[in-house]
C-alpha cells in the first residue's frame, strides 16, 4: 500500500531537527554574549537542579535559575538631532541598540523556561534576588568587588525583570520584594544568579 512519499524532515524527524536548531541558535547566543562552552554546559544544569523547593501539588516555591555569560543592560532609548534635508528644520529622532540586550533577555527567558519545565506561571506574590557578575577591568584594583559604575543597576534588572514575565510570572506587579548585586566576577565567570521564591499572605517578613 502506497502511503505517500514523506520528506526528511517530517514525523518524529521533524521534531528532533526543530530541537537541534533550538539548541544550536541558543548555543550561538551564548558565545555572542562571552560563553564559553564550559558555561554552556554549566547551564544546562538549571533544568536538573533549578527546583530545589515543591509544594505538595509540584508547583515551585523557590527557583534558582543560573545564566552563564556577560549580563547586559537594558537599553534606554537615545534622541539624536538632525537637521531634515527638505524643510532646513531641526529634528530628534529616538533610537536604541538592541542587539546584545535582546539576545541577553532571550537567554534569560530560556534558562528561566528549562526550569519552570512547561508549569503553569505563578500567580503568587513573589521576593526576587539577583546577582550580577561583571567582567572586572585590569585598570581596577584587586580587592575592588563591588561595581559602583555604569551602567546603573536599575538598566539590568529591567533586562532581567522584561525576560522574566510571561515565562515565570504573569506581570512585573507580581514582585513585592526585590534585592540585587552588582559586582565584578572575581573568583567566578561573568553571570547572573536569579533566586525566585513565592510568598504566603499568611506570614510577615517585615
Keep these: 500500500m502506497d502511503h505517500g512519499q514523506r520528506g526528511p524532515l517530517s514525523g518524529p524527524f521533524a521534531k528532533t531537527a526543530w530541537k537541534m536548531s533550538v539548541g544550536v541558535m541558543m548555543n550561538l547566543m551564548r558565545g555572542y554574549l562571552g560563553m564559553d562552552q564550559q558555561e554552556i554546559v554549566d547551564s544546562r544544569l538549571n533544568d536538573e537542579v533549578g527546583l530545589k523547593k515543591r509544594t505538595r501539588q509540584g508547583v515551585p516555591e523557590v527557583l534558582y535559575i543560573n ?21 532646513g528644520q531641526a529634528r530628534a529622532q529616538v533610537y536604541s541598540r538592541k542587539g546584545k540586550t535582546k539576545n541577553y533577555r532571550a537567554i534569560v527567558a530560556h534558562e528561566a523556561s528549562l526550569v519552570m519545565k512547561g508549569r503553569d506561571l505563578i500567580k503568587d506574590p513573589l521576593e526576587v534576588t539577583i546577582a550580577f557578575y561583571l567582567v572586572k577591568p585590569k585598570s581596577k584594583p584587586k580587592y575592588k568587588i563591588w561595581a559602583d559604575v555604569r551602567p546603573d543597576l536599575d538598566n539590568y534588572i529591567k533586562a532581567v525583570k522584561d525576560a522574566l514575565k510571561g515565562v515565570v510570572y504573569r506581570d512585573d506587579a507580581q514582585v513585592v520584594a526585590l534585592t540585587a548585586y552588582k559586582r565584578y566576577a572575581i573568583e567566578t565567570s561573568p553571570r547572573t544568579r536569579i533566586i525566585i521564591k513565592r510568598l504566603s499572605e499568611g506570614r510577615h517578613y517585615v
Design 67 to 87: 545564566i552563564p555569560g556577560i549580563p547586559q543592560p537594558q537599553e534606554r532609548p537615545r534622541v539624536r538631532a538632525f537637521v531634515d534635508p527638505k524643510t
